[in-house]
C-alpha cells in the first residue's frame, strides 16, 4: 500500500467511526458527561413543600387558612389574581436519582377549604424511599442470624459515676422584669 491510498483510507474511515458515534444511545450523547467518562458534580435542588398521603389526610373541607398554613406550610405560590387558591409545588433534582415533581392545589371558599386537588401522593416511606441514593461500590448487607449477631464486638461496658457539682451555687435573678 502506498502513502496515499492509505490517507484516503483514513479519510473514509475516520468520518465513518466519528458518525456511527453519534446516532448511538450511549453515555457519549449524555450532555451532563464529557465524553461518557466523566459526569460532573449535580448540587440537589429541593424546591417546595413536601405533602405525602399521611399530610394531606389531616386536609378536609371546612379548614381555616391558618390551620392549613400549619399543617402543610407556607403555599409556593399565592395568586393575588386568584386569592381562593393556595398552590403547593414540590420538585426535588437530586444526582443518581429520578427527578421529582408534585403539587397540590386547596381551593378556598369564604376562608376555609372548599376543595382541593392533587396528584397521587407518595406516603412517608415511599418518598424516603424514592430520593435515598443507592451507596454505589457497596453490597447491601444481608440479614444476620441471632448467632451471627451475638458475635459482633461490643464496645466496653463504662459504669458512669456522677459527681457532685464544684465551685460556687449561683443564684440568678429572673429574666422577667416584672417578677422582681
Known sequence: MTLTSICRALAVLVPAVLLTACGSDSAWRKPETLFGALEPYRIDVVQGNVVTQEVMAQIQPGLGRMQVREILGTPLLMDP???????????????????QKRRV?????????????????????EFVASIDKPVEGKEAPKDMTPEQIAALPRPPKVDVVRKAPQGAVRNYPPLDSGSR
Do not use: C, M
Not at 81 to 99: E, K, S
Not at 106 to 124: A, G, H, M, Q
Open 81 to 99: 389574581f386568584h386569592a381562593d387558591r393556595w398552590d403547593y409545588a414540590f420538585t426535588i433534582r437530586r444526582q443518581g436519582v429520578p427527578d
Open 105 to 125: 392545589t386547596i381551593f378556598f371558599k369564604n376562608e376555609v377549604v372548599d376543595r382541593f386537588d392533587t396528584e397521587p401522593l407518595p406516603s412517608e416511606r
